[in-house]
């Protein structure tokens, strides 16, 4: 898309002409004349469209920091906060292991070997985030920056994905864990796990809820930014007395339900961490055994299902771009499954 803006300096007016298009680097020439600035936009726009390529002939490589470089400013740039502070750690990474290389000399092998590596310190998550950014770049100088590059990352082993974690608060540790937050010098603490428990919302869509996004009345919370999809979360009787608990007289609709005014940049991308200190204290104080903030979401989405709610209508409450995220719940329905087949007992006899 062309822009033509003016501009008065000291020698008289000039006319800049920018052209931004997607898939091609950003283009710009300056002129004394409207006519041609407007003039060169079409041609140029023009040349973009049929395939052609408009200044220097492409290179025929590029130097790895300088790819991440721009991939950074004009692809991770454009997604979502929690995906761009992820990708920032995972180019850190990336940017310590092959700065020193241009595009073409990072091999399968130079890339095996960084994925050996890597597995000393982190796990397979982990590393498979760092592998699908490093290919993304590929992919990208290939289709859009027009580098005749072979993807390195497509000709490797990956570690295989680790089966979905699933540990669950019962009862009675739900309850032990609620009494102690309480008691917590975070005074939100209660009511944001407790919110968690009745929503299954994500810990970071929970903890950066904003006033304007609840519904008391409708009795939902509108998630305008999500992992996925925006999605609106219903909410339990006991979630709206949570919330009714915490309620300033006056609020703001730009107000953060949990969090301080003044935050950090770190808490900012990822809102959890400002309850990550109290809630890791909870748990021991409960002595509750390898149990992650993110299992709250897995306690209430099981709970739920085998309360009977539908594995689309389950999908729908968590926020699951496919119903093969909530499939990891279905073994729960075991017990479930044996009593109601108990129910033929006697059949025929």
Not at 43 to 58: C, F, H, I, K, M
Not at 243 to 255: A, Q, T, V
Not at 279 to 307: C, G, P, Q, V
Request: proline share 4%; charged share 30%; with cysteine.
């Amino acid at each position: 898309m062309a822009r033509i803006s003016k501009r008065t300096r000291k020698k008289g007016t000039v006319y800049k002409a920018e052209i931004r298009m997607k898939g091609h680097p950003y283009l710009s020439q300056t002129f004394d004349r409207l006519s041609d600035a407007q003039r060169w936009a079409e041609d140029t726009e023009s040349t973009l469209r049929s395939g052609g390529y408009v200044g220097e002939a492409p290179p025929d490589d590029m130097a790895f920091s300088k790819a991440l470089d721009r991939y950074e400013l004009e692809v991770s740039s454009q997604k979502r906060p929690n995906t761009r502070a992820r990708e920032i750690t995972s180019a850190n990474i990336l940017r310590e292991s092959f700065s020193r290389l241009n595009l073409k000399e990072i091999t399968p092998a130079r890339v095996a070997a960084f994925r050996d590596k890597r597995l000393q310190s982190v796990g397979p998550s982990t590393l498979q985030k760092d592998l699908a950014l490093l290919s993304h770049l590929y992919t990208i100088a290939r289709m859009e920056w027009a580098l005749e590059i072979n993807n390195p990352v497509a000709a490797i082993r990956k570690p295989a994905k680790p089966s979905g974690r699933l540990r669950l608060l019962s009862k009675d540790e739900a309850r032990n864990l609620l009494g102690i937050c309480k008691t917590s010098r975070n005074k939100k603490l209660y009511h944001y796990v407790q919110l968690l428990l009745h929503t299954g919302m994500r810990p970071s869509e929970a903890a950066g809820v904003a006033w304007g996004q609840v519904n008391i009345d409708a009795r939902i919370i509108d998630l305008t930014i999500t992992k996925t999809k925006p999605r609106r979360v219903p909410l339990t009787i006991k979630a709206i007395e949570i919330l009714l608990d915490i309620m300033p007289e006056k609020c703001n609709s730009k107000d953060s339900v949990f969090l301080p005014e003044n935050i950090s940049v770190t808490v900012q991308r990822r809102p959890n961490l400002f309850f990550r200190r109290a809630f890791d204290n909870a748990i021991k104080k409960a002595k509750i055994e390898d149990f992650h903030m993110h299992d709250l979401r897995h306690t209430a989405a099981s709970y739920l299902l085998m309360a009977g709610v539908d594995l689309r209508t389950l999908a729908e409450i968590l926020g699951h771009s496919t119903m093969q995220m909530v499939q990891r719940y279905t073994h729960l329905l075991d017990d479930h499954k044996i009593k109601a087949i108990d129910q033929l007992a006697g059949l025929g006899d």
